[in-house]
């Protein structure tokens, strides 16, 4: 049941994101003006593609619930996949050889990761050190993406803030894991506990960053940063902080970790696949063109 919800997370995420990337660059401000995250408020489709991110995060709960960190978050990782023939036909994207090879690429080190690493479970209560560590750290090296990615434009920055939105997601899924042991003991539970302000920070952290990696309009960099370093960071979180093993036997060990790398380097192809083309002036070539059609037709006679 897990491996199904984490599945149908990964294609709610993938919807999610392409509409909500049409919803940024349909936002007047341009590329690095922060009042985009306001006047995507109002854009329809930017609040579709929201509900179903939402939609994806209760999915991807109820299957952390039942099954490994490392396993959900490879699952959900495929949301890439999905997402780019929906971005071919939602906002234009371009799927190339490179793109196409880094999409199989992926699959195929997801399943060999999963098939022969056999990711196993740990606890479901790590120790404060453990947390302390893991949310200290995220928060150095989400901070230090930032700084990069303000500096740059286009797909590097699309790279810079995926990357920084994929610690913070990563950090989210496990908190997420720990907090629906929580939900069930009531709202005074919930609200004394440390998961649910670290969850909303976590949340509200990889939000603002991954909207404005999709703000490049490129869809491939912002998502392929965002889930690799989500799957990376999540098998990090699910080993360090949950005692996760990734295999039962350390003759199994090295195929899991090449699946992974396959996989990894799938998304860096990925991250390479170029810009959508702009899109033809046709209003601006229609009036040139009726402009001169009424300049060069014959006048109806002399005025009287």
């Not at 919800?5 to 392409?18: E, I, K, P, R, T």
């Not at 660059?25 to 489709?45: H, M, S």
């Not at 190339?96 to 022969?116: D, E, K, Q, S, Y």
Request: aromatic letters at 6%; a positive charge; one cysteine or more.
């Amino acid at each position: 049941m897990a491996y199904l919800l984490a599945l149908l997370a990964a294609f709610a995420f993938a919807l999610g994101n392409v509409l909500q990337q049409k919803g940024t660059l349909q936002a007047p401000a341009p590329e690095g003006d922060p009042r985009f995250l306001a006047q995507i408020l109002r854009q329809p489709v930017w609040l579709a593609g929201g509900g179903l991110q939402v939609g994806g995060w209760i999915l991807q709960a109820a299957a952390l619930d039942r099954g490994p960190l490392v396993v959900v978050q490879s699952l959900t990782t495929m949301s890439l996949v999905i997402a780019l023939p929906l971005g071919a036909r939602i906002t234009g994207q371009r799927i190339t050889r490179r793109v196409t090879l880094g999409a199989v690429a992926m699959v195929a080190g997801v399943v060999l990761f999963l098939a022969v690493g056999s990711p196993q479970g740990g606890t479901s209560t790590p120790p404060a050190a453990a947390w302390w560590s893991a949310g200290l750290s995220s928060a150095a090296i989400i901070a230090i993406l930032f700084s990069l990615g303000r500096r740059r434009r286009g797909a590097p920055r699309a790279l810079m803030f995926g990357c920084a939105a994929g610690v913070g997601f990563a950090l989210q899924a496990a908190v997420t894991k720990v907090f629906m042991t929580v939900i069930g003991k009531g709202l005074p539970a919930v609200l004394s506990s440390w998961t649910i302000y670290v969850l909303i920070a976590s949340a509200l952290a990889g939000f603002v960053l991954q909207q404005s990696a999709l703000k490049t309009g490129v869809l491939a960099p912002a998502m392929a940063s965002a889930n690799s370093v989500t799957l990376f960071a999540s098998v990090v979180l699910g080993i360090t902080v949950f005692g996760e093993r990734i295999s039962n036997g350390n003759a199994r060990l090295a195929p899991a970790i090449a699946g992974l790398a396959v996989a990894l380097g799938g998304i860096v192809l990925l991250a390479g696949a170029e810009p959508p083309q702009p899109a033809e002036p046709a209003p601006a070539a229609d009036q040139s063109s009726g402009a001169a059609a009424n300049h060069l037709a014959p006048s109806d006679g002399p005025e009287a």
